[in-house]
């Protein structure tokens, strides 16, 4: 009886999840944080490598930072009233451009700036992942990682980190990101299909390839085998 239950309660779980041919998943994280760090080397990439073909990866590398100086238009009330409810320091003027503040410091902003100016520069999904793979392991050395992965360190990469282009990027990355309903508590944040749920988060977190592998409509072979 108590067999029948459980298997019962499985099957409302599997047939409740929503079905599709791809899988889309935004993956909300931060270039110092270690939670972000080994969920990428250790769940995110090797699942790509077998799943890619039923997997469409976004990559939103703001996290927990805060834009803390702003000086145009249109961001600019909506971030008064979260700094207000927030008690964080208000805007400090800073040219045409923004100061942010990270979880971990200013490396941490660096790093989300030149991972945003790397998403943006490679056009290959599986060379842009493991490019960021590779910087989230060695933060900040987008020369040697770009080598690595089989990626240069284009021009354009260099001067969007070194200009402008990286902070606008990463701006807004951070708008993107202070939209998500319901706010974000944690990195990295995964949003399966357009939609935050609990039990996708921590699934997604702990077994990435069970959660895709659960919302494909039909699973592929890949998805016979546990990983490893
Ligand atoms: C992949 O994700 C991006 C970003 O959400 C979206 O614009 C695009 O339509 C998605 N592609 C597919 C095939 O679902």
Not at 55 to 74: C, D, E, H, I, L
Not at 101 to 123: F, I, M, R
Not at 202 to 214: H, I, M, P, R
Request: net charge negative; hydrophobic share 35%.
């Amino acid at each position: 009886m108590k067999i029948i239950l459980q298997i019962s309660a499985v099957l409302l779980a599997v047939t409740a999840m929503p079905k599709n041919s791809i899988v889309n998943l935004h993956v909300y994280y931060e270039s110092l944080c270690p939670d972000s760090r080994n969920f990428i080397n250790s769940q995110l990439v090797p699942t790509w490598n077998e799943l890619m073909d039923f997997m469409n990866v976004t990559m939103n590398p703001f996290g927990k930072a805060t834009v803390r100086s702003y000086n145009g238009p249109s961001f600019s009330q909506r971030l008064r009233n979260r700094f207000a409810n927030q008690r964080v320091r208000p805007f400090t003027p800073n040219g045409d451009s923004w100061d942010f503040t990270c979880q971990h410091g200013p490396a941490e902003c660096d790093g989300n700036a030149l991972q945003s100016c790397v998403l943006k520069y490679t056009e290959d999904p599986t060379i842009r992942l493991n490019y960021i793979n590779c910087l989230m392991q060695n933060p900040g050395e987008g020369e040697a990682c770009g080598a690595s992965v089989g990626q240069s360190y284009v021009p354009s990469i260099q001067a969007c980190y070194e200009g402008l282009e990286g902070k606008a990027l990463l701006k807004d990355y951070g708008d993107e990101t202070l939209s998500l309903d319901p706010a974000l508590t944690f990195v990295p944040w995964l949003i399966f299909d357009g939609e935050w749920n609990e039990q996708s988060q921590w699934n997604g977190f702990f077994a990435l390839k069970s959660e895709v592998c659960n919302r494909l409509t039909v699973a592929p072979a890949q998805c016979q085998t546990k990983r490893n």
